[in-house]
């Protein structure tokens, strides 16, 4: 899941993506999904944002770079 989230943000980096999408587009509890976010938040890929009652996640800023570099090292 975490894998596909990570897809989706290097195939459109400006994407912001928000729990409860996350939870009804992969059929998932909310907190599942809450969590998925979360750890990729915590391992740096993404960064989280609080929007009214609402917290959005978006590719964080070096976060493309070094998904390429460990998907394609030189």
């Known amino acids: 899941r ?3 989230i990570l897809d989706e943000s290097l ?3 400006t994407t912001v993506f928000t729990i409860k999408r ?3 587009s992969r059929g ?3 907190e599942t999904a809450r969590q998925d976010f979360l750890q ?5 890929y993404m960064e989280q944002q609080k929007r009214g009652r609402v917290f959005e996640f ?3 800023q070096d976060a ?3 998904l390429r570099k460990e998907i394609n090292p030189v």
């Open 2 to 4: 975490q894998a596909r």
């Open 11 to 13: 195939a459109a980096p």
């Open 22 to 24: 996350h939870a009804m």
């Open 28 to 30: 998932l509890a909310y």
């Open 40 to 44: 990729l938040v915590s391992a740096g």
């Open 58 to 60: 978006s590719l964080a």
């Open 64 to 66: 493309e770079k070094r």
